[in-house]
């Protein structure tokens, strides 16, 4: 029951997008997954209600007086829990953090992400410094060019890898189907080729940083059972109100 926290204090890193393409990758696996959205805006709860009913995975918002017992549930669960955090250094932050058995720290090849996300690595860093607390973490590069990588992008790498930071040999490329799968709900696979371009390259994309994603996580999960995943997104009642979330908003 790996859980995965994908943190940058810095706004539109692309925590929320790379939380689901690996989730959606994940569950098109037939593995399951729970997404903790601890996010205020509640961008996956709302992608939830626009999307099928799949019983593979589910969306719960959290905060952070609720997160450690939502966790707590889906270990129960069993599968895979991404959580998605707010851009902000908060308590649901630090939290969500020690939950983690590995940080995902998105950071778009510009140098005002890699300062939101060395706030995330110098947190990890105080936890290890302090508590003798090590976990697990890796920046991933999001929104790249996957033609060109740009001087930014290049720039951004030799910062992080200057600092030994472990970066994810896969990028988030930039792509429309991370962005059609938002409005359209539902999972990249059930996106219409017809109508994104590019989707098979996204859907590979997925694959492949979902893939080394899987290296990253300790090795005790289940086999998953099955590749495709039909039915409901659940959203069990002890859930925080995913439908009042969004009629808040
Ligand atoms: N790989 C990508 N391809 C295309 N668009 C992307 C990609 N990554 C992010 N975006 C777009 O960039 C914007 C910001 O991304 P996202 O919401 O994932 O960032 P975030 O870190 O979650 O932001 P916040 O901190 O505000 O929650 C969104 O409009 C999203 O659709
Ligand atoms: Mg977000």
Redesign the pocket.
């Known amino acids: 029951m790996p859980v995965v926290t ?1 943190a ?1 204090t ?12 690996m989730a959606s990758e994940l569950a098109s696996r037939g593995n399951r997954v729970t997404i903790l959205d601890a ?1 205020q ?1 509640g ?1 996956l709860a709302r992608w939830a209600l626009r999307s099928p009913r799949f019983p593979q995975l589910s969306v719960h918002s959290v905060t952070d007086e609720t997160i450690e017992a939502a966790t707590l549930r889906a270990k129960k669960r069993g599968g895979y829990i991404l959580i ?4 902000a250094r908060d308590a649901v932050l630090a939290r969500a953090i020690g939950l983690a058995d590995h940080v995902i720290i ?1 950071v ?1 090849g510009c140098a005002m992400d890699a300062q939101g996300g060395a706030e995330v690595l110098d947190l990890l860093a105080d936890l290890d410094r302090s508590c003798g607390i090590r976990i697990g973490h890796s920046v991933l590069l ?3 060019n996957a033609a060109i990588p740009t001087r930014a992008l290049t720039a951004a790498r030799e910062a992080l890898a200057a600092r030994g930071v472990r970066m994810m040999q896969t990028s ?8 059609d799968v ?1 409005d359209h709900g539902g999972l990249l696979h059930n996106l219409e080729p017809a109508d994104v371009s590019n989707l098979g390259k996204a859907i590979e994309n997925a694959a492949q940083l979902t893939g080394e994603l899987l290296t990253l996580m300790p090795q005790r999960m289940p086999r998953p059972q099955a590749r495709k995943v039909t039915g409901e997104i659940d959203q069990p009642a002890n859930a925080a109100p995913v439908r009042k979330l969004a009629r808040a908003a």
């Open positions: 994908f940058n810095k706004g539109g890193a692309g925590k929320t997008t790379a939380v689901l393409v996010d805006h961008w998605d955090l707010p851009p998105p778009q999001t929104r790249v988030l490329t930039e792509r429309a189907a991370y962005r938002f």
